[in-house]
C-alpha cells in the first residue's frame, strides 16, 4: 500500500464537515444526502457537494437507490487515507524530536554561559 501524499485526498478529509459525514456513513452503513442532510447543520445541497468532493477522492461508493443516490465509504480508500496519516504523524514525531533536542542543547548552552561553567 503507498502511503506518498494524495493532496486532493487530504483536502477532501480536511474539512470537517466531510469527516463528520464520513463518521456518518460509517455508523450508518451508509445513506443518501437526505439522510444525512438531516443529521447535520447544512442544506441536502451543501451536503451533495461534499459528498461529490468525497466520491472524486474515491472515499465513497454511489449506488441509485430510487430517486437518490446511496453513498457508502471505500474501505480500502479510508485505509490509505489513514496510512497517510499515520505516516506525516510519524515524520512530525520525528521532527518535533529532532527540534526538541536543539532546543535542549540551546537551553543547556545559555544555562552554562550564565553559570561561567561553559566547556568550550
Do not use: C, F, N
Request: no cysteine; aromatic share 2%.
Amino acid at each position: 500500500m503507498s502511503t506518498a501524499i494524495d493532496d486532493d485526498l487530504w483536502s477532501a478529509v480536511g474539512d470537517p464537515t466531510r469527516r463528520r459525514m464520513l463518521d456518518l456513513l460509517l455508523s450508518d452503513g451508509g445513506g443518501t444526502a437526505t439522510t444525512l442532510s438531516e443529521r447535520l447543520p447544512v442544506t441536502r445541497q451543501a451536503v451533495a457537494k461534499h459528498l461529490g468532493v468525497l466520491d472524486r477522492v474515491g472515499l465513497v461508493h454511489v449506488t441509485p437507490a430510487g430517486r437518490e443516490r446511496r453513498y457508502e465509504v471505500d474501505e480500502v480508500q479510508l485505509a490509505r487515507a489513514v496510512a497517510q496519516l499515520t505516516a506525516v504523524g510519524t515524520t512530525w514525531d520525528a521532527r518535533l524530536q529532532r527540534i526538541k533536542r536543539i532546543a535542549e542543547r540551546i537551553q543547556r548552552g545559555t544555562a552554562d554561559r550564565e553559570t561561567g561553567t561553559d566547556q568550550r
